[in-house]
């Protein structure tokens, strides 16, 4: 690894970051630099040059992610419970249903007409679809 990789790899992700931020704003600037000018050697440079520490900051910027991820302690994940247990738990909490209850009920809210609106629209598919001879 070359001395500017291994100096990279051994920064702290704070100073990485700060370098990545530094770099970005120089080649926004020579690209900025470049749209306001309208001179074409600006313009070469900025497409160069500035396109360079671009992909320079890009790299500080993912290399400081990287090496964040790799240094954070795990965090130990909850083991999903077996099924048997999140059957007991769910059967617990649920409140008891008395099946008498739902023999005297009726259910006033519906009325019969949902049936009759199937079959509207089975009506409506019917004529939409061509007919074949």
């Not at 001395?3 to 931020?21: F, Y």
């Not at 497409?47 to 360079?52: D, F, L, Q, R």
């Not at 059967?91 to 199937?118: C, I, L, Q, R, W």
Request: hydrophobic letters at 40%; a negative charge.
């Amino acid at each position: 690894m070359s001395r500017i990789g291994h100096w990279l790899v051994h920064q702290s992700v704070t100073h990485l970051l700060r370098i990545a931020c530094v770099a970005a704003l120089l080649a926004l600037s020579l690209m900025a630099y470049s749209v306001i000018s309208l001179k074409p050697l600006p313009v070469v440079f900025a497409m160069s040059v500035g396109h360079g520490i671009g992909i320079f900051a890009f790299l500080c910027y993912l290399l400081a992610v990287i090496l964040d991820t790799r240094r954070s302690t795990p965090r130990p994940s909850a083991a999903p419970s077996p099924p048997a247990e999140r059957a007991k738990a769910a059967k617990d909490s649920s409140p008891p249903e008395d099946p008498a209850e739902d023999e005297g009920e009726d259910d006033e809210g519906e009325d019969d007409e949902g049936e009759d609106d199937e079959s509207a629209e089975d009506d409506e598919n019917a004529e939409d679809a061509p007919e074949r001879a």
